[in-house]
């Protein structure tokens, strides 16, 4: 069964600092690996997915890796932003199964 | 459109009435997916439909939910006799066919508070 874990459970930092979230998952059998951004009592923006083919997704300050071997992601973070502030989780979709499994998320609070 | 929609966006329902949400999802996405998210937890995945096929079901899903994709459209999720723990926000996703290399696309959710 796959197990996603995600850390740390919270972060807090001050404006204009670079950061990295951690995405930890049990089964390297993994098709892609997808990062979400949550607001408080919203639903899941999509931020980047990567292929199982792929090492790593670039979108503006957003940089996320994928080590399938280490069962590994990461999601970078340049010069964060007050609106930063989210939660983000990532969920992998596995090679044999049919739904996305989840982390419980890291929340970011980005000070101003 | 070009987003998944759910309604509605609140529900709060006294314990042991039945309530029913709707999802929309993207018209070119064959597969259509509901989650449950309670407070500090990540999505947990409940049901998936491939057109109107309903292929798996989470052992999640009590006898008193209930989810139907007729024509291969929307999707309505049924609770049934409400309880106390079903209060959650419920995720409807949707995306094109597996191996094509494309990610869920989510929506809004539908927040259940039972009371």
């Known amino acids: 069964k796959q197990e996603v874990t995600q850390i740390p459970a919270a972060l807090s930092v001050p404006e204009g600092e670079n950061l990295v979230l951690n995405c930890s998952f049990t089964?390297?059998?993994?098709?892609?690996l997808q990062w979400f951004r949550q607001d408080p009592g919203k639903g899941l923006t999509s931020l980047l997915l990567?292929?199982?083919?792929?090492r790593e997704q670039t979108s503006g300050r957003l940089n996320a890796s994928l080590d399938k071997s280490s069962g590994r992601s990461t999601l970078y973070i340049a010069a964060s932003q007050p609106g930063d502030s989210a939660t983000y989780l990532c969920?992998?979709?596995?090679?044999?199964?049919?739904?996305?499994?989840f982390g419980a998320g890291t929340i970011l609070r980005v000070k101003s | 459109d070009t987003g998944v929609s759910q309604n509605p966006r609140h529900k709060i329902t006294k314990r042991g009435q039945n309530v029913t949400f709707r999802c929309d999802p993207i018209?070119?996405?064959?597969?259509l997916y509901w989650y449950r998210q309670t407070l500090g937890q990540g999505p947990e995945f409940l049901t998936y439909?491939?057109?109107?096929?309903?292929?798996?079901k989470s052992r999640l899903l009590s006898d008193r939910f209930s989810a139907e994709r007729p024509k291969g459209s929307f999707s309505t999720l049924e609770i049934q006799r409400t309880e106390q723990g079903d209060s959650a926000m419920y995720l409807c996703?949707?995306?094109?066919?597996f191996g094509l290399g494309y990610g869920y696309t989510f929506g809004s959710g539908t927040r259940l508070t039972v009371v």
């Open positions: 996703a949707s995306s094109l066919p």
């Open positions: 089964d390297s059998a993994i098709y892609n």
């Open positions: 990567i292929q199982s083919s792929q």
């Open positions: 969920a992998a979709f596995m090679e044999y199964g049919n739904k996305l499994v």
């Open positions: 018209s070119e996405h064959n597969r």
């Open positions: 439909f491939q057109n109107e096929a309903q292929l798996e």
